[in-house]
């Protein structure tokens, strides 16, 4: 490599100067939740096209913007029809985080431990 030269050169702006695709921290765990899971062969590219297109346009109903709050909603159903989870324990686990959040101090992290029911 030359002085002056990029260590990796491409097209377009440095991925340091782009600004971030996700609105909130948890859209980007979403996101790369679903990458992973992918790429372990847990669901086909195929199969997340249709999860996501099923979320974003439920049946009968109108076809609502494509966020990550979708993305989670076709994770949760592919989750499900693969008996890894079901709608119960979502929800659980869902109250409880919600109950941890309201016992957390502000600016600490969000812990499930912070639950006033963890453990019972």
């Known amino acids: 490599m030359k002085d002056g030269e990029a260590a990796f050169p ?4 440095s991925l340091f100067e782009e600004p971030s695709r996700f609105s909130e921290p948890w859209e980007a765990q979403v996101f790369a939740l679903v990458m992973t899971l992918q790429e372990a062969g847990l669901f086909t590219p ?16 109108p076809e609502a913007p494509a966020d990550y709050t979708h993305w989670l909603i076709a994770l949760e159903a592919l989750l499900a029809a693969r008996g890894i989870t079901d709608a119960a324990l979502i929800g659980a686990r869902s109250a409880a985080f919600l109950r941890a959040a309201e016992a957390t101090p502000h600016g600490a992290p969000i812990l499930i ?8």
Request: charged share 30%; no cysteine; hydrophobic share 35%.
């Open 10 to 13: 491409f097209a377009g702006p």
């Open 46 to 61: 195929a199969e997340w096209a249709r999860a996501l297109g099923k979320a974003i346009r439920p049946e009968n109903a």
């Open 113 to 120: 431990e912070n639950d006033p029911r963890y453990g019972r």
